[in-house]
């Protein structure tokens, strides 16, 4: 059965979006999910479903909602799919946790590069459906502008590495 690794956009991050992660827990199982885990308290939660990925995305969508008065946005991946974000993540000299990775639902359009603004030296780079932006001074002050993060959620690259790490135990039955 696939594993999925759902991760929330605006969840946990303020006071508008809280979601206890034992709520989200309690939701997957209530959609049929197995063996749900999550992982902080940043709507980062893995499961075991059948059902094919885009119905995974809508029921939990739809529940959500139904929680929480709107949809926060869901992002789905599966393990393979974060060991090769982690792996392929461009800034080799970038600290794991100021090297942002924002997960998006779809490849941005081609020109949104041109709407970067990086006052601080951040450095950008598009790979398929994920942006990588690495921080030289964190993210917490930055000033970076880049329209097309919007429908996104990020995640640091050690958040990614250890979700892909929680995947793969599941799959393999050692988790």
């Known amino acids: 059965m696939p594993v999925y690794v759902a991760l929330l956009r605006a969840v946990n991050v303020g006071g508008t979006g809280t979601l206890p992660m034992a709520e989200l827990g ?21 499961f075991r479903s059948e059902l094919a990925e885009a119905e995974v995305q809508k029921r ?3 529940a959500l909602a139904a929680k929480m008065g709107k949809a ?11 060991e090769a974000i982690a792996a392929n993540a461009p800034f080799p000299d970038a600290k794991p946790n100021f090297l942002l990775i924002t997960f998006l639902p779809q490849p941005p359009p081609a020109d949104a590069l041109d709407k970067l603004v990086a006052p601080d030296g951040e450095q950008v780079q598009i790979d398929g459906r994920e942006i990588y932006i690495q921080f030289p001074n964190g993210s917490g002050r930055s000033k970076l502008k880049l329209p097309a993060l919007k429908p996104g ?7 990614v590495r250890k979700l892909a790490e929680m995947a793969a135990a599941l799959e393999d039955g050692t988790a």
């Open 26 to 46: 309690a939701i997957c199982e209530g959609l049929g999910f197995t063996d749900v885990r999550t992982y902080i308290q940043s709507g980062n939660v893995i």
């Open 60 to 62: 939990l969508e739809d």
């Open 72 to 82: 926060p946005g869901v992002v789905l991946r599966s393990r393979r799919e974060l």
């Open 153 to 159: 959620t990020a995640r640091n690259l050690n958040t």
